[in-house]
């Protein structure tokens, strides 16, 4: 959240997080579907789909196959905020689910 914007980063690129007159979630989700190589960023609150990312395409018998090509590991950083605005307070996991 940056400036009100919830972004997502990668390799020093981001992409904006959040559908046009919607204002920054109070409760973020995140669903990964692994096998497929999905990855979601949602509302926890409203359900509201934010993103999605789906992993490089390959063909695999004459059809396109997403999938992840490493590991991944979740990351969380906090950028300074403009003078007049306050440092977030905290951040909490909660409800982790495998499926």
Same mark, same amino acid.
């Given at each position: !959240? ?11 690129? /981001? *992409? ?6 919607q204002s920054p979630p109070?409760?973020?989700? *995140? ?6 190589? $999905?990855?979601? =960023?949602?509302?926890?609150?409203? &359900?509201?789909? !934010? ?5 490089? &395409?390959?063909? *695999?018998?004459?059809?396109?196959? /997403? $999938? =992840?090509? #490493? ?7 906090? !950028?300074?905020?403009? #003078?007049?605005? #306050?440092w977030p307070s905290h951040? #909490? =996991?909660? /409800? =982790? /689910?495998? *499926?």
């Amino acid at each position: !959240l940056k400036n009100r914007n919830l972004r997502a980063w990668h390799n020093d690129r /981001h *992409v904006d997080c959040r559908g046009a007159g919607q204002s920054p979630p109070r409760s973020l989700g *995140v669903w990964v579907n692994y096998d497929k190589g $999905q990855l979601l =960023f949602y509302d926890a609150n409203t &359900m509201a789909v !934010l993103q999605r990312f789906s992993a490089a &395409m390959t063909p *695999v018998f004459d059809r396109a196959h /997403h $999938q =992840f090509t #490493e590991p991944l590991y979740p990351a969380i950083r906090f !950028l300074k905020p403009a #003078e007049t605005q #306050e440092w977030p307070s905290h951040l #909490e =996991f909660c /409800h =982790f /689910h495998s *499926v």
